[in-house]
């Protein structure tokens, strides 16, 4: 059974920065995209950013370009995300993604099949 189990998020002001891991057991993603995505109230999931099987290649939103980096470490099956000078309205839940479709957007929700439950990141001005 495949499980991704995000951790890391908390309660911080506007300018601080943490830390999220998602560390993926039943199966191993070596050679599959992984990625961040992110629900605020009210609003629909929205891409993060993504990181390639390798860790070769990452792309980001633009909203948190230059502020988030993503990472993995395959040895350990985890994914990272990185997030720095947090603002307020980077506040959501964020939730690992793994195993996008074939053919299939790395920028969409929908190609990616399997989900961790989320964790809660709440940034105070």
């Known amino acids: 059974q495949v499980q991704l189990l995000e951790s890391g998020g908390g309660l911080v002001q506007a300018g601080d920065s943490l830390r999220l891991s998602c560390v993926v057991s039943?199966?191993?993603?070596?050679?599959?995209?992984m990625a961040w995505f992110r629900q605020a109230p009210g609003k629909e999931r929205e891409f993060v950013a993504v990181?390639?099987?390798?860790?070769?290649?990452?792309s980001y939103a633009d909203s948190v370009k230059g502020r988030f980096t993503i990472s993995r470490d395959n040895a350990k099956n985890t994914v990272y995300l990185l997030m720095n000078n947090l603002k307020a309205e980077d506040t959501a839940v964020y939730y690992c993604?793994?195993?996008?479709?074939?053919?299939?957007?790395?920028?969409?929700?929908?190609?990616?099949?399997?989900w961790g439950q989320g964790t809660q990141v709440t940034v105070s001005s």
């Open positions: 993604a793994a195993d996008r479709r074939y053919g299939r957007s790395r920028y969409q929700a929908s190609a990616y099949d399997y």
């Open positions: 039943g199966r191993t993603f070596s050679t599959s995209d």
């Open positions: 990181v390639s099987g390798s860790g070769g290649f990452t």
